[in-house]
Structures are given as C-alpha cells and as structure tokens.
Nanobody, 121 residues
C-alpha cells in the first residue's frame, strides 16, 4: 500500500504563486506515474499535470506555461509549482500515484487527502 500526503495549498491573490508538495510512503515495488488532479465545487475531478518515472510531463491546456510538475524518484515525492494563478484555478488539489505492489506486481492507485487552493483578491 502507498500513502500519499499532499500539502502546500492556501489563499493567494491573482497572479501569485503556490507550490504543492506530495510525499509517498509505504510498501511498494515501484511508483510509476505521478500526477496532480483538481476538483472545483460542482465540477468533476480533472487532470492538471502528470509526470512519468522517466520525467516525461503532460499538462492540461488551461495550465500550460504557468504550472510545472516535478518529481524526485529517490525521495518518492512530486511537486507542482503554480505561477500566475487565476481565480479559475481555485479547487481542491489531489496528488495521485500509480504504483506496483510487492506481493504480485499488480498496478494500483493511491490518492492524497487533498489540499485547498483559493485564488482571490
């Protein structure tokens, strides 16, 4: 099992920056893709950014050029640097990881508890 703890949310003015962090712990064979999702009130959860173990990244069109995802494989962490924040970025942000279990090498998925990001003046 993998446990994810995400943090770093808060209240920021439009145009400001925040950095989200997520740390994975537990027993696993490997962690593959890591990602950040977000969910605003009344909306479905959506993918914000993802990064493979090799470092290949993918971003939602709405955040390209403003957000940067990064990971540290040795520390099992992933971060999301968010710049030029807009009110429409307001949401609960969730860390996500796809990992392989020791017992049978099957793929499984873990989620963080979520961290609130509010962009408002």
């Amino acid at each position: 099992q993998v446990q994810l703890v995400d943090s770093g949310g808060g209240l920021v003015q439009p145009g400001g920056s925040l950095r989200l962090s997520c740390s994975a712990s537990g027993s696993f064979f490997s962690i593959n893709d890591m990602a950040w999702y977000r969910q605003a009130p009344g909306n479905q959860r959506e993918l914000v950014a993802s990064v493979t173990r090799a470092g290949n990244t993918n971003y939602a069109d709405s955040v390209k050029g403003r957000f940067t995802i990064s990971r540290d494989n040795a520390k099992n962490t992933v971060a999301l640097q968010m710049n030029s924040l807009k009110p429409e970025d307001t949401a609960v942000y969730y860390c996500n990881a796809v990992y392989r279990r020791f017992v049978d090498l099957q793929y499984n998925e873990a989620w963080g508890q979520g961290t609130q990001v509010t962009v408002s003046s």
